[in-house]
């Protein structure tokens, strides 16, 4: 049946925007209107006219509105197929009336999860009769309409007024696959909500992750590829899916993947100094802290100038017009921050193409939630990496001990090692990065390549000698052989931090002996792939 009179309307919504307009819009083509509870006063309260479920089931409302459009009478007029004899002698024998129109949305189970109910008042917002008419309906969308978004009403409305009163196949069937999606993204909730929050399950059995869509972006990694961004449905923390954009082109995948390693990173720093993140390709190619966000973001780009051309910038501090300055001074992707002023803004209104990101409070790195990665017929899913070491937790492992700057040197490199791709190995000297090794096959390519980078550095910058001359460095696992290691003493490390474990520490801890470093070994490593 491609067109259908609408003759009559159930409405039941917890959300009441455009339900005024609406109600109006189906009064005006003669739709017989019936309606439960608050829905039911909202309307009559706008002067329409509107039957109580009760009276079309001939039962009231029971057990706290429990039971009140569980009933063949409600059911039945949604789930007939309206042209098959024996349905339609079913409907006339029991005095069931065909229902046209279902207008639901649920109640509002993961808005309660989030304001932080006790129990009892999560459990009483799992909605029953709602999703049992809405999956009534879509299934029917043959002969019936589902509404179960305030989006969707005027799109309804426009097509009631352009056909008379009647709805279109193409509208039912649009509607009906936004309504078993918002049926199974409300189970998924529930099913979460169950698993993580009332059983502390880590990984449950049937995992259900409700997202939807937020953005469709212009391509992938790639052109060729397509992409889109979503979002969790229920609660969830903060982070640069949510930023506000001020400005700029149109966010890519690329530059949502970066502008996230970005703010990770800089979110370790969020109770620390003014800091500045510099990412390209999701690995930071400069990190430094300073006495001023300006100072911080010189002592970044200088670790490599080069990378950071093009790249995407991530600061813990409101942008001020100075850093924005230079920040303007070289081309750059995006920016991310807690905010922004006057001035600042005024400064990249100028540069059309940046983008700006405002992301109000920066994450907390030690929250927890889970990671997923897709690989051939599966997802592999585990716990974030929000480890942390604490100083006390370190292990002196070589006859000297790190001096204090060597030790905060290398707490630096480790915090900013854990955030690039391994093998990493990050050299670190006064609150910045001298030079970053990422996504090597081996680690001894990894501190020579970092090496190299700072030495590069420093002939760019006109600098006597590279940041890695009495620098910490970090490695994200431990050292397999002396080699990286003796790579880094070459380099002008004087102090290492690593997790150890491995079946050579004896040998790594001698050679780092032999050559005077400092070395602690943290017990914990941040492979990151």
């Not at 039911?40 to 001939?58: C, F, H």
């Not at 109000?360 to 599966?378: H, M, Q, S, V």
């Not at 716990?383 to 070589?398: E, M, P, W």
């Not at 150890?500 to 790594?508: L, N």
Request: charged fraction near 20%; glycine fraction near 10%.
């Amino acid at each position: 049946m491609t067109e259908v009179k609408i003759a009559r309307a159930l409405l039941s919504v917890s959300d009441k925007s455009g339900l005024v307009t609406l109600g109006q819009a189906l009064a005006r083509h003669g739709v017989e209107l019936v309606s439960t509870g608050g829905t039911a006063k909202t309307l009559r309260d706008a002067g329409l006219a509107v039957k109580d479920v009760s009276d079309l089931t001939g039962f009231p409302e029971m057990m706290d509105g429990r039971v009140k459009t569980l009933h063949p009478k409600v059911h039945g007029g949604l789930l007939a197929v309206r042209d098959d004899p024996e349905h339609a002698a079913a409907m006339a024998e029991h005095d069931i009336g065909a229902i046209d129109l279902v207008v639901v949305n649920l109640y509002p189970f993961a808005q309660t999860v989030a304001r932080g109910a006790g129990r009892d008042e999560v459990i009483e917002n799992i909605d029953i009769g709602g999703p049992s008419m809405v999956r009534s309906a879509a299934k029917n969308h043959a002969y019936v309409a589902i509404a179960t978004d305030p989006a969707d009403y005027p799109a309804l409305i426009e097509e009631l007024d352009a056909n008379g009163g009647k709805s279109t196949l193409a509208l039912r069937r649009r509607l009906a696959a936004k309504a078993f999606a918002a049926t199974a993204a409300y189970d998924a909730a529930i099913a979460s909500w169950f698993a993580f929050a009332d059983q502390s399950e880590a990984f449950p059995d049937s995992l259900s992750v409700p997202l939807r869509k937020a953005a469709g972006l212009r391509y992938g990694e790639n052109p060729h590829q397509s992409a889109a961004l979503y979002l969790p449905t229920g609660p969830s923390a903060r982070g640069i899916a949510q930023a506000e954009q001020v400005q700029g082109k149109e966010l890519s995948y690329n530059n949502y993947n970066d502008a996230d390693a970005a703010l990770e990173l800089v979110s370790e720093f969020r109770d620390g100094p003014p800091t500045v993140v510099i990412v390209k390709h999701a690995n930071p190619c400069g990190v430094a802290t300073g006495e001023t966000l300006i100072e911080a973001y010189e002592a970044a780009l200088a670790c490599d100038s080069v990378s950071a051309f093009g790249g995407i910038i991530a600061v813990n501090r409101p942008l001020d017009g100075k850093t924005a300055e230079a920040i303007s001074g070289i081309f750059t992707e995006v920016v991310a921050a807690p905010g922004a002023d006057e001035e600042a803004r005024a400064v990249f209104a100028r540069k059309k193409n940046l983008r700006l990101l405002l992301t109000g409070e920066l994450p907390d790195p030690a929250r927890p939630g889970l990671t997923f990665k897709t690989i051939a017929g599966g997802v592999l899913v585990q716990s974030r990496d929000n480890g942390q070491v604490a100083a006390d937790a370190l292990q002196v492992v070589t006859k000297r001990a790190p001096t204090e700057q060597e030790l905060a040197d290398c707490r630096f490199a480790w915090t900013v090692a854990k955030h690039v791709k391994s093998n990493a190995i990050v050299y670190a000297k006064g609150g910045a990065t001298a030079g970053i090794g990422a996504g090597q096959m081996n680690r001894l390519e990894s501190a020579r390549i970092a090496a190299w980078k700072a030495k590069d550095a420093a002939e760019k910058a006109g600098w006597d000698q590279p940041r890695t001359i009495g620098s910490a460095v970090a490695s994200d696992a431990f050292f397999p052989f002396a080699d990286g290691l003796l790579a880094a003493v070459e380099a002008g490390a004087t102090a290492v931090i690593q997790p150890g474990g491995s079946i050579r520490d004896a040998e790594v801890i001698a050679a780092a002996d032999e050559a005077g470093l400092a070395m602690v070994f943290t017990g914990m490593r941040h492979f990151r792939h």
